[in-house]
């Protein structure tokens, strides 16, 4: 079982692939252990299928589980840094692990931090850091949840429901590869720019003054 490719994940369930793909989803948001997994590409193809398969689960459901499987996985991640986190700092305070470093966390968090858990979702990796770090730093809670309700609806959106509705194009068919990579570079521009964006914007208000 090649756990690393999307199709084959999707291909290897048969009629039953959208629990393995809320299963897939669910580990790569959870956790930085995990966030190897597919979760982009997956998310498209799994649209794709929906849309071009007659399965014995109806479609709706399946973006449902799959959505509640991105948000659950997030929210998790920041209960993990929240409970864990700040025991693991007391005990083992290092060069990567410091008052400084926890500071500095808060700090971006109290800049970025509606910016930074919705964008993240569409960053490999970050999706499952961010999180953890939101709660490492206390984020407030209900502020996190929020905003990771309103990530998980987009991610969701833009890929799952992109592949659904592009799924019956027979140019998206034949370059289904270039297609997924397109949107997958696109999506991951946006947190950076957007900090980029600010930092310059920044620069000119102080120039100004």
Do not use: C
Not at 47 to 53: D, F, H, P, R, Y
Not at 77 to 101: M, S
Not at 141 to 148: C, I, M, Q, S, V
Request: charged letters at 15%; glycine letters at 6%.
């Amino acid at each position: 079982m090649n756990w690393l490719d999307a199709e084959h994940i999707i291909t290897a369930f048969g009629p039953y692939f959208v629990f393995a793909v809320t299963f897939v989803i669910f580990l790569e948001t959870a956790f930085i252990l995990t966030s190897f997994l597919p979760g982009d590409s997956l998310l498209f193809l799994t649209g794709l299928t929906l849309s071009t398969t007659t399965l014995w689960l109806p479609d709706w459901a399946g973006f449902l589980l799959i959505w509640l499987a991105a948000f659950l996985g997030t929210q998790t991640g920041y209960w993990v840094g929240y409970k864990i986190g700040p025991p693991l700092f007391e005990r083992r305070e290092n060069i990567f692990i410091n008052k400084k470093v926890m500071a500095k966390t808060h700090e971006f968090f109290e800049r970025y931090g509606t910016r930074a858990i919705v964008l993240a979702r569409f960053l490999p990796i970050l999706r499952a850091l961010i999180p953890m770090l939101a709660g490492i730093s206390k984020m407030d809670t209900k502020r996190f949840t929020k905003l990771n309700f309103i990530g998980a609806v987009l991610w969701i959106g833009v890929f799952m429901f992109s592949g659904y509705l592009l799924g019956n194009v027979p140019l998206v068919k034949e370059n289904l590869e270039t297609t997924v990579l397109l949107i997958v570079v696109f999506t991951t521009l946006l947190l950076p720019v957007e900090i980029l964006r600010d930092r310059l914007a920044n620069r000119f208000a102080k120039r100004r003054k």
